[in-house]
């Protein structure tokens, strides 16, 4: 299992990710990834034969959130088709359904790996189009929509993120998920130099930007120093097989 996050703040430089099988649990450490992905929007459809796929980096939210943090991805990336068939910066797509919930695709789950396969080149402001291998890590090149942030995002999201960065998440719980579709419950804390910023530490972030009357960005989600931002659930439905594998691991 690996996780797709966006940089919350220009301090984080990771991201840990907590487990346990019920909400009211004390939630272990799983993993501690050390980089971030780039959130990006589907700005054209791509058909299952397109090598080339048209991203926009996303605007700033309601907030004022900054979901550009990473966009040296996209803007200084300079592999070609060596390192796309080595699968070092892989474009996640993925496609939800009800609940928020992974849609599915047949006895698998309607998510496509692609691999970069060139330097993305800038169309217009904020939008790239980017060479790929279709279909990488086990998975099936599929049919995809385009769409606007943030209403499409509830459909269609994707990632851009280093192969190498993403950190298996792992307990022993998670074969029994796989084979009884228990519900799994997650929460994410970034973390920089000084230390892991948990509600406490949000909150305390929120209540001095509001104070300097500066924009609170992603500190408008958390709502006090004891709630989880974000608290996520993962269910992976009973029979599913393991479909992405990373370095004999499984997204």
Same mark, same amino acid.
């Given at each position: ?27 272990? &450490? ?11 929007? &589907? ?15 996303? +605007? ?16 200084? @990336? ?43 080149? &800038? ?16 998975? &099936?090149?599929?049919? @995809? ?69 500066? +924009? ?13 931002? +974000? ?21």
């Amino acid at each position: 299992m690996r996780a797709l996050a966006a940089r919350p703040h220009g301090v984080a430089i990771g991201v840990d990710v907590y487990y346990d099988d019920t909400a009211a649990g004390d939630f272990p &450490l799983v993993g501690k990834q050390r980089s971030y992905a780039l959130p990006v929007s &589907l700005y054209a459809g791509a058909g299952v034969g397109a090598g080339t796929i048209r991203v926009a980096l996303l +605007p700033a939210g309601t907030n004022g959130e900054d979901f550009q943090r990473d966009q040296h991805l996209l803007r200084d @990336w300079a592999g070609g088709a060596t390192e796309g068939r080595n699968d070092e910066l892989l474009l996640v797509l993925i496609k939800r359904g009800s609940g928020g919930a992974i849609a599915a695709n047949g006895d698998r789950d309607y998510v496509e790996v692609c691999s970069v396969s060139g330097s993305p080149t &800038l169309v217009s402001a904020g939008v790239f189009d980017i060479p790929v291998l279709r279909g990488r890590l086990a998975t &099936l090149a599929l049919d @995809w929509s385009a769409g606007s942030f943030p209403d499409a995002w509830s459909t269609y999201e994707a990632w851009l993120i280093p192969s190498a960065q993403l950190a298996a998440l792992e307990h022993a719980d998670f074969d029994s998920m796989l084979s009884s579709g228990a519900t799994g419950y997650f929460r994410l804390s970034a973390y920089a130099g000084r230390g892991s910023y948990g509600p406490e530490a949000a909150y305390g972030e929120r209540q001095a930007l509001e104070a300097a009357a500066r +924009p609170v960005g992603e500190y408008g989600l958390q709502p006090d120093t004891t709630t989880w931002v +974000p608290a996520l659930t993962a269910k992976i439905p009973a029979g599913y097989a393991e479909q992405i594998v990373i370095d004999g691991g499984s997204i």
